[in-house]
Each structure stands twice: as structure tokens, then as C-alpha cells.
């Protein structure tokens, strides 16, 4: 569940909503070997172009879909992790669960494989920022806070509806 704040234009995003990718079909991935460089990573048919954050559960790319010309975002689970099969169903747990999500305010997954047996999930990619960004600079004024928590409530009621319980927002 990623709810993405509006971003500082105040206008949607052309990317916050591509209603064509729904189930888009990928095929698997494109073997690479473990020490390819950023440059030659590829999951399938995205080529990665930049690392956006990692955190204990793996790492999160942004990438270039090139069958669907389209920026992607890549979340790819840890070596590590992958290999504990509790972690690895968690994960994969998450990206079916995702899946079935129709909201505005929750990103598209397009598809899941695997590349070197790490697990990963190619979704939507959203521009914007993130609410730590935005907290640093400053407090928010009141009616954004009001706006957004009605939108992350709205949200999450639409995924409880559907039997989704959401454990780190």
C-alpha cells in the first residue's frame, strides 16, 4: 500500500493513474550476473536507471519498462532475506495482495519474478515525494494533514474491505 501525496504543484501526477497497465503481461527476467553493475541491471525487461532507497527487506530501483515505455519502480528482495522461506512468502504475499488493490492510492504491480533467487515485484512508478521529505521542512499546515489523513483512512478502509491488513505505514 504506497499512498502518494499530491506533489507540490498541487495537481496529480501524469503517472499517478495508468489505468492500461492493469495486469500488464512480462516476461520473466533477463539473467544478469550478481556483480552487474547499476548500469546493466535488468529485471526482465526494465533496465534499471537509479536506486531509490534500501531498507531490511531488500532494495528499491527506479527503471524503464522498455516493452511498455513506461518508468517502473523495481522492489527487489534482499539475497539474504530470500533465502529464509517465511520472508520470501511475506513478500510474495504482499505483491498478490497488492495486486488485487484497484485505488487511486495504491500503485499498480505490473508483475513479480525472480532474478538470481531474489524475488521482486515491478510496479507502477509514482513521482513525488515522500512524507519524511516533506516533514523536514517543516510542520504541514493543517488542512494538508487533514487531507492526507483522510486519504491514507479512505485507503486503508478500501484494503480492509478487501481483507488486507497493512503492518508498516
Known sequence: LD???TPA???PSANSRN???VNANVPGPARAPQSASLENLRFGQVRITQQLGA???GKVYRGHHEGLDIDVAVKVMSGDLAKDVTARQRFMREARTAAKLDHPNVVRVLTVDELDGA???VMEFVEGTTLSDQLEKGPMPP???VRFGWLL???LAKAHDKGVIHRDL
Open 143 to 145: 488542512d494538508q494533514v
Open 19 to 21: 489505468r492500461e497497465l
Open 9 to 11: 504543484s498541487g495537481q
Open 3 to 5: 499512498v502518494q501525496p
Open 153 to 155: 483512512a479512505t485507503t
Open 55 to 57: 531498507g531490511g527487506m
Open 119 to 121: 524475488p521482486y515485484i
